[in-house]
C-alpha cells in the first residue's frame, strides 16, 4: 500500500507479438518464453485477447487463441501474415468443394461449350 502523499511507482513493460503463420510448436515455445521471462524479470503479462493478466497456467488457452486468429485470418483475408511461404498452420476449410463435384462442372462446361459450337458450325 502506499502511503498518502506518495507517488505510484512508474510502471514499464516489454510488448511481445506473437505472429501469425508459425508452427503450433513454435508458437508454444515462444507463449512459454515469455512467461517464464516475465516471472525471471519479476514483470506481469496482460493479454490483450484474454483481457487480462495471464500466467503459465494459461499458456494452452493463450495458444488456442492464437490458432482461432490464425484460422479467422486465413478465411477472411486469406493469409496468414507469413511471407516466407512456410510452417503454418492451415485449418480445414469445411466449404471446399469435392471433387466429384468439380468434375462434374467440367464435364457439364465442355458439354455446354460443344452444344454452341456445333450449333455455330452448322
Given at each position: ?12 513493460g ?6 501469425q ?11 512459454l518464453?515469455?512467461?517464464n ?8 503479462v ?30 477472411t ?31 457439364g ?14
Amino acid at each position: 500500500m502506499l502511503a498518502p502523499g506518495d507517488a505510484e511507482p512508474k510502471r514499464s513493460g516489454l510488448d511481445f507479438d506473437l505472429p501469425q503463420g508459425l508452427l503450433d510448436s513454435q508458437a508454444e515455445s515462444a507463449i512459454l518464453f515469455v512467461l517464464n521471462f516475465a516471472v525471471s524479470a519479476d514483470l506481469e503479462v496482460f493479454d490483450p485477447q484474454l483481457g487480462r493478466l495471464v500466467t503459465s497456467a494459461d499458456s494452452s488457452l493463450i495458444l488456442v487463441r492464437w490458432r482461432e486468429q490464425n484460422a479467422y485470418l486465413l478465411h477472411t483475408v486469406g493469409s496468414d501474415g507469413d511471407t516466407t511461404g512456410g510452417g503454418a498452420y492451415y485449418p480445414d476449410f469445411p466449404h471446399q468443394m469435392k471433387p466429384v463435384t468439380i468434375f462434374w462442372l467440367i464435364v457439364g462446361g465442355l458439354f455446354l461449350l460443344f452444344a454452341l459450337l456445333s450449333r455455330v458450325c452448322v
